[in-house]
């Protein structure tokens, strides 16, 4: 008898995006849409538009006085955008 390799299909699709350097835009996109979830829905009324550079999510805000508020509570949401998304994704976010 021959002994059958079986893998779980959710590990070949990441080793798949892995060798064609599609994992970290993937998981990038990821973090973005999960931003509403984590930030609640008070905090992603003010925002007007999020994106990733260099493994720093840049935030723009409507508010000012948010933006003062939220910066003091950064390494928070940090801590949990990568939980959420299940990798270390970030490193640091900005509100501007």
């Known amino acids: 008898m021959f002994r059958r390799d079986v893998k779980e299909l959710k590990d070949l699709i990441l080793r798949n995006l892995r060798q064609q350097g599609l994992e970290t835009p ?21 925002t007007l538009n999020t994106y990733i ?23 928070e949401f940090v801590q949990r ?3 959420y998304v299940g990798n270390q994704v970030i490193a640091d976010i900005r509100f501007c």
């Open 26 to 46: 993937l998981l990038q996109k990821r973090l973005m849409e999960a931003w509403p979830a984590v930030a609640g829905e008070a905090v992603s009324r003010y």
């Open 53 to 75: 550079i260099n493994q720093t999510l840049y935030v723009r805000l409507s508010v000012p006085a948010l933006r003062a508020d939220l910066s003091m509570r950064r390494h």
């Open 81 to 83: 955008l990568n939980e």
